[in-house]
C-alpha cells in the first residue's frame, strides 16, 4: 500500500515539474519574441526593421528643416560587424536625415497612428513590443514639459564645483527612434562639458 502510494506521490510531482518547465517555455516565448531562434522569428533585429520610403526619405534642400549634426554617433553605436550593415545603413539615414520641425508628441502630447495604418501598425508592434509606428512619428529631437517645482528651476549650480559624471543607457530590442531620442535629450538637457563619458550598452 505504501509503495503504491508512493508511486502515486512520485508521478504527481514529476508531472508538476513538467508542467512548470513548459510554463516557462511558454512564458519565455512570448514575453521576448526578439530572442527566439526558431522559424522565422530568428531573424537578425536590423533585417526586421522596415522604415517606409516616407520615413527614410530626406528632404530637399529648398524644404524647411530642422537639419540634426550628430558628429559623433558611430564611435557611439558601434562598428558595423557587430550590429550588421543592414542596420547601420538604416541609422546612418537616420542620422544623417534632416527631419521636419516637431509636430507629433511635441511637449509630450499623445500621438495617435491614422486609422487606415492599423494593420502595419499592429504588424510592427511585434519588431520592439511597442507601437513602434507612433515612435517613428515624432521627432528625435523633441521638446518635452519640464515638470520641475519653481524651487528646483530656480536653483543655481556653480558649475566649477560640479564633478564629472558617466551617462550610462542600458537598452535590449529598443527601436533606434526611441534610442535616439534619448541620446538628444540627454545632450540637450546636460552640460556636456560635466561628462566623462555617454555610453549606450545593449545587452
Not at 519640464?146 to 543607457?169: F, G, H, M, W
Not at 535590449?172 to 556636456?192: D, F, G, K, P, Q
Amino acid at each position: 500500500m505504501r509503495m503504491a502510494r508512493a508511486g502515486v506521490l512520485r508521478a504527481v510531482v514529476v508531472t508538476s515539474i513538467v508542467w512548470l518547465l513548459l510554463d516557462v517555455v511558454v512564458l519565455f516565448y512570448y514575453l521576448d519574441t526578439g530572442s527566439i531562434t526558431s522559424g522565422k522569428r530568428s531573424a537578425v533585429r536590423g533585417d526586421r526593421i522596415e522604415f517606409s520610403k516616407s520615413t527614410l526619405s530626406v528632404t530637399g534642400d529648398a524644404e524647411e528643416k530642422e537639419v540634426i549634426n550628430v558628429p559623433h554617433a558611430k564611435r557611439l553605436f558601434g562598428n558595423k560587424t557587430t550590429i550588421g550593415s543592414h542596420v547601420q545603413q538604416q541609422l546612418d539615414i537616420l542620422l544623417m536625415k534632416s527631419f521636419q520641425k516637431p509636430e507629433h508628441g511635441e511637449q509630450g502630447v499623445a500621438v495617435a497612428v491614422p486609422a487606415e495604418k492599423t494593420a502595419e501598425k499592429d504588424k510592427r508592434f511585434l519588431e520592439n513590443q511597442f507601437n513602434v509606428m507612433a515612435s517613428e512619428m515624432i521627432s528625435v529631437n523633441r521638446s518635452l514639459p519640464d515638470y520641475r517645482s519653481a524651487e528646483c528651476q530656480a536653483q543655481v549650480y556653480q558649475k566649477e564645483n560640479l564633478p564629472k559624471t558617466s551617462i550610462i543607457i542600458v537598452f535590449h530590442n529598443e527601436a533606434w527612434t526611441t534610442l535616439l531620442r534619448t541620446l538628444h535629450s540627454v545632450i540637450n538637457r546636460y552640460m556636456l562639458i560635466f561628462s566623462k563619458s555617454l555610453k549606450p550598452s545593449r545587452f
